[in-house]
């Protein structure tokens, strides 16, 4: 017992175990904030598409930081909806257009940022609607026609969907197809469809295959506001005359469409380091698709369908960290890191550091405790003479050990007054022998 009180008022022992235990919670906060992994997945669409594109773009400018991005080839939005929401999915990231699912079906997922707008492009051939003049202007005339959705697994097969069911148009009042915008204009070329379902940004190249045939039209949608009103993740878009080419003014007339955004969404548990990244490259890529936005409306906060991610909520209101607009990217993952267990540490150790000076008063008073219990049993003993030898020695032991002793200033006090009670006892074994 005594050998163990010794190393515990042993000072060595003491700051030893401190470092034991710094390390230990240290080990515990590094192991707690891990750092962003340096290669990604990302469900990216069909590679003619722009999904794809952007991907590539984006894997392009994470290079550059040393990210490494894996574009996987998908059918489109609702086929990256299910790979990144599986329950052991390794995607990181998907493109996704606004509207395709109920976000509380998917908790673990979360919008990153909206990218651009993916109009609905509606084109039909204007000898289908000869009762209607050759025009094409609301949904409610699709009735009786062949009609492509879309592609299966696509986002364009589930808006069209949603707008059928907003124009209250059943599904056997028309008759679907689903087919890939090549496929639905071959058909249309051939006279074996009418209308054809396309959601792409404005600088896809297939939308100027459209009007080789100048039988082939695009439709003005009247009710773009009521669409708009019904479904929110819509917004609507004009498409100025000639804006897909000048040279040969197409389209002929400046045309109402509706339009989801094309959104980038993540995991909820997405590391904050990466999407900052992933985020401040986007602003990089964005000035590519600019036909139909304005300058700085992309990357957005709006029309998106799942949860904003609050750091994501941040970057876009305030721009990217201190950290990361003053240094390289791992550089502030690191220092960013370092932060994260420093603060810990000292909300931890701050208040112990208060209390030291207490429990070294109180260590130091157990120990003169224990010394006086000493002194008390010498001074029970001083009247047995055959004791008297051993009392003396016994004495000069708790002499020597105290003579040993290193105290503050601030105990001095206590010290000295020990030092004067162990001479009383010294004359008080002197006077009964």
């Known amino acids: 017992m005594n050998s163990l009180k010794k190393h515990l008022y042993n000072p060595q022992t003491i700051i030893l175990s401190f470092l034991v235990l710094l390390v230990t919670i240290s080990g515990v906060l590094w192991i707690l904030t891990p750092p962003p992994p ?5 469900a990216a669409g069909m590679p003619e598409g722009l999904y794809y594109q952007f991907g590539e773009r984006l894997k392009s400018e994470l290079a550059k930081e040393g990210v490494t991005l894996e574009l996987v080839e998908t059918a489109g939005t609702v086929e990256n909806l299910r790979l990144l929401s599986g329950p052991k999915s390794d995607i990181d990231f998907a493109m996704m257009q606004s509207g395709v699912a109920d976000a509380n079906h998917y908790p673990n997922l979360v919008s990153i940022a909206g990218l651009f707008y993916e109009p609905v492009w509606v084109w039909y051939r204007a000898s289908a609607f000869k009762a209607d003049g050759g025009q094409l202007r609301i949904l409610s005339q699709l009735k009786g026609k062949r009609v492509s959705v879309g592609n299966q ?21 028309i008759k679907a197809e689903y087919l890939t915008p090549d496929e639905a ?20 190249p297939v939308l100027k295959k459209f009007y080789n045939d100048p039988d082939i039209r695009l439709m003005y949608f009247d009710q773009a506001d009521a669409y708009v009103n019904n479904l929110t993740y819509l ?68 029309g998106l369908t799942f949860p904003l991610h609050s ?9 990217p960290s201190f950290l990361h607009r003053h240094l390289p990217f791992w550089s502030a993952v690191w220092v960013a890191r370092f932060i994260k267990i420093v603060i810990p540490l000292l909300v931890i150790f701050i208040p112990l550091f208060t209390y030291l000076s207490s429990a070294n008063t109180f ?59 162990i001479g009383e006892v010294r004359n008080r074994l002197k006077l009964l022998t």
């Open 235 to 302: 917004s609507k878009v004009i498409v100025p005359r000639g804006l897909l080419g000048i040279a040969r003014d197409i389209p002929r007339e400046s045309t109402q469409l509706l339009a989801p955004t094309a959104t980038l969404v993540a995991k909820v548990d997405i590391s904050p380091a990466l999407l900052s990244l992933v985020l401040g490259a986007t602003y990089d890529i964005l000035p590519r698709y600019s036909l139909l936005q304005k300058p700085g409306e992309f990357p957005s906060s709006k």
């Open 185 to 204: 204009l071959s058909k249309l070329n051939a006279g074996t469809l009418d209308v054809a379902f396309i959601v792409v940004a404005a600088e896809a």
């Open 38 to 42: 340096k290669t990604i997945k990302m």
């Open 363 to 421: 260590l130091l008073r157990l120990k003169f405790a224990g010394i006086y219990e000493e002194l008390y049993l010498l001074e029970q003993n001083a009247s047995n003479l055959a004791m008297r030898e051993q009392n003396f020695k016994e004495l000069e032991l708790i002499e020597q050990r105290v003579a040993n002793m290193k105290v503050s200033a601030l105990a001095a006090r206590d010290f000295y007054d020990l030092k004067g009670h």
């Open 311 to 319: 750091d994501a909520e941040i970057y876009l209101k305030d721009g």
């Open 153 to 173: 697994g696509s986002g364009t097969a589930a808006l069209t969907t949603a707008l059928l069911d907003a124009s209250e148009i059943k599904s056997d009042e």
